[in-house]
């Protein structure tokens, strides 16, 4: 899965995760160097004919992703739009600028998928900025591990860092390789935990699930992350300001994290309430059909996918409980069993959610089925009510000779009242039973 490319010049990136303006600010910078390295009038023929190295094939449209990244999330007015095309378009004549030279760097493309990387010795952040080669010097060191983040690496990056790790299981391709379940792992001293992630998006009422692995030794952590769900910012905000937390090592981090996933399926259980509620107001309240069942089956199958993904989670963290309790500090088992008490909280919430879905389906089939009653009587009733003038009219239509009322004055008029009082009566008798 390759990342979105990104525009990195030293230490400025124009990140998808970015906001618009952090961004636009980036590419001006890398823009602005390239154009005071380089001053080249685009108007001079001189300048246009003058030898140059080979711009390479990805400056320009790495340039214009950034551009257009802007320009479609709308964080810059016209006006800027306008100067960023036309940046983008004099940046396309610089081959030398450093905006070009770095993007074409292949650590500046591994720094992309770079959420966060740092070293911790004695609980604190070791400062500056920590590039992904300068690792393995922290790894022998006491007191201290290193915390790589990763979002949506390529097989390329991730050999990299596993090169630098020194991790020969798991490998590369069951790390992306897509999970339908959470795995644990353990060799060489290295345990790799796959949890999946979740989100509900309220507007389409579907579940986005993703992947976290996790990666974790005695001297480090790898997390790689899959989907938007279960961001890890925060995660490491807070543990950085609990220096006590962070000398318990890696497997604090990795509570942490599986604490933070769990906490983010209460969310997706919310939507899910709200949306049930919304389709049990539907159905008692007379929206009955094809589309209410529709509506339910969908929202059903989702409920289905995120109750199977997060009910899968439950064997993996006992087993790793039951196996790591003894080399765990009591702070690292409390916050497991905690997240392992949630998470089992979850998963009944989930399938009381699936029973009530369930329920719905067959109260809605039960009003289909009553309203289908109801029209059969109203149906039967005005049948009943016009074959009483229908048979009357088919025994005078027969055009006999000897029928007494034919010579009768009055024999019409008496017909007439005879079948408008029978259909009265039937019509009053069917009203009263509830069937009109």
């Not at 602005?32 to 990805?58: F, I, K, W």
């Not at 300001?241 to 599986?258: Q, R």
């Amino acid at each position: 899965m390759t990342p979105t490319p990104s525009v990195t010049s030293n230490s400025t990136a124009v990140r998808p995760s970015e906001s618009g303006w952090e961004a636009m600010g980036a590419t001006y910078q890398c823009l602005g160097r390239g154009l005071r390295s380089q001053p080249v009038n685009l108007r001079s023929s001189a300048a246009a004919n003058a030898p140059a190295p080979v711009p390479t094939a990805s400056s320009e449209p790495l340039v214009r992703n950034a551009v257009a990244f802007l320009v479609r999330t709308g964080k810059c007015s016209g006006r800027v739009s306008r100067a960023l095309r036309y940046l983008s378009h004099m940046a396309s004549h610089l081959p030398n600028c450093a905006f070009v030279t770095c993007c074409s760097s292949p650590v500046s493309r591994f720094t992309a998928v770079i959420v966060d990387l740092a070293a911790y010795r004695n609980g604190v952040r070791c400062p500056g900025s920590l590039e992904i080669s300068e690792c393995g010097s922290f790894l022998a060191q006491p007191k201290t591990f290193v915390w790589l983040g990763l979002r949506a690496p390529s097989e390329a990056e991730l050999s990299e860092a596993f090169a630098v790790f020194g991790i020969v299981e798991p490998t590369v391709g069951e790390v992306l390789r897509p999970h339908e379940r959470a795995v644990l792992t353990r060799d060489h001293g290295v345990s790799a935990l796959v949890i999946r992630t979740a989100h509900y998006n309220s507007r389409l009422e579907k579940v986005m699930l993703g992947e976290m692995s996790l990666i974790v030794s005695d001297s480090f952590i790898i997390s790689v992350r899959h989907g938007q769900a279960s961001p890890l910012s925060g995660v490491r905000r807070e543990l950085e300001h609990e220096a006590h937390e962070l000398l318990l090592g890696p497997a604090m981090v990795a509570a942490s994290i599986v604490e933070q996933i769990v906490e983010d399926y209460q969310p997706v259980l919310d939507g899910f309430e709200k949306a049930a509620v919304g389709i049990e107001a539907e159905v008692f309240g007379g929206s009955i059909g094809g589309r209410v069942s529709r509506h339910i089956y969908e929202l059903r199958r989702e409920l289905r996918d995120f109750h199977l993904a997060v009910d899968a989670l439950e064997d993996p963290l006992i087993r790793l409980l039951n196996r790591e309790r003894s080399n765990w500090a009591p702070e690292i088992v409390d916050r497991v069993e905690e997240s392992l008490d949630r998470l089992n909280r979850t998963i009944g919430r989930a399938r009381s959610l699936f029973d009530l879905l369930g329920g719905a389906i067959d109260a809605n089939q039960a009003q289909i089925g009553v309203r289908q009653n109801e029209d059969m009587r109203k149906i039967s009733a005005w049948v009943a009510i016009a074959a009483v003038p229908t048979m009357i009219a088919g025994i005078y239509g027969m055009n006999f000779e000897a029928m007494p009322e034919l010579s009768s004055p009055i024999g019409y008029p008496i017909i007439l009242g005879v079948m408008g009082g029978a259909c009265l009566f039937l019509y009053r008798r069917f009203r009263k039973a509830g069937w009109l």
